[in-house]
């Protein structure tokens, strides 16, 4: 079974924060997503990484950046956390394009 | 606007009925999925339908798509309590890695 883990499922921190959100799937796929979900607006793209290295903005990547070092390994990083971004975080990865996404259980995440 | 667009937002049904639901999307797709989320997780993949394929099933569920219309359908026949749960269309983006998730079906199956 794919699997696609997120280091945490809920995460409160402060305005201002640096904010580390980890992502790891363990079946060798190319591709990973980042994603945030508020009700009423569906999931939003924020980064995705085609390779090791490689990332590309999303739909709303104001706020975040990402790492990936390495190829099971996603990171999305919230520089200066703000109120705005408490959300529900989506970790997701596909073996190749215009192909299944396997999503992560989420990080909820409030920021005060 | 989201690239795809589920329809209705909202269902309520008894067990044992049919749900159906629908998807419209604006351009052109190499293909289409549907994805299901229980309430506070992560999505699920169900199903994905090619632009060349029509109609799919798998177990449960039956899912269309008219490519002339830009628009899918997905039903979930002899619903159960278990169906429960957020339905989201996700389409591709041509020329792009990216998939455009719509703002999805919340379906309810009463007992």
């Known amino acids: 079974d794919v699997k696609v883990t997120q280091s945490s499922r809920y995460l409160v921190k402060r305005t201002g924060e640096k904010v580390f959100l980890e992502c790891v799937q363990d079946?060798?796929?190319?591709?990973m997503f980042w994603y945030r979900q508020d009700p009423g607006l569906g999931l939003r793209l924020i980064y995705f990484?085609?390779?090791?290295?490689?990332?590309e903005k999303g739909d709303i990547p104001e706020g975040y950046s990402v790492s990936r070092e390495k190829k099971e390994r996603f990171s999305l990083i919230l520089e200066s956390a703000s109120t705005n971004q408490t959300s529900m975080y989506l970790c997701?990865?596909?073996?190749?394009?215009?192909?299944?996404?396997?999503f992560g259980p989420g990080t909820r995440l409030t920021v005060l | 606007s989201q690239q795809g667009e589920e329809d209705p937002q909202a269902l309520s049904i008894q067990e044992g009925e049919n749900a159906t639901m629908n998807c419209s999307y604006k351009?052109?797709?190499?293909?289409l999925q549907w994805y299901r989320q229980n309430s506070g997780r992560g999505l699920v993949h169900l199903i994905l339908i090619r632009s060349n394929e029509r109609e799919k099933h798998s177990g449960r569920l039956r899912v269309t798509l008219d490519t002339s219309k830009k628009s899918s359908s997905l039903l979930i026949t002899a619903s159960r309590a278990a169906d429960t749960a957020s339905y989201f269309c996700a389409t591709d983006k041509a020329g792009t890695y990216k998939y455009i998730f719509g703002t999805g079906t919340r379906l309810k199956v009463l007992a």
């Open positions: 351009t052109s797709i190499n293909n």
């Open positions: 997701a990865s596909s073996p190749v394009t215009w192909n299944e996404q396997f």
């Open positions: 079946m060798d796929h190319e591709n």
């Open positions: 990484s085609y390779d090791v290295k490689m990332k």
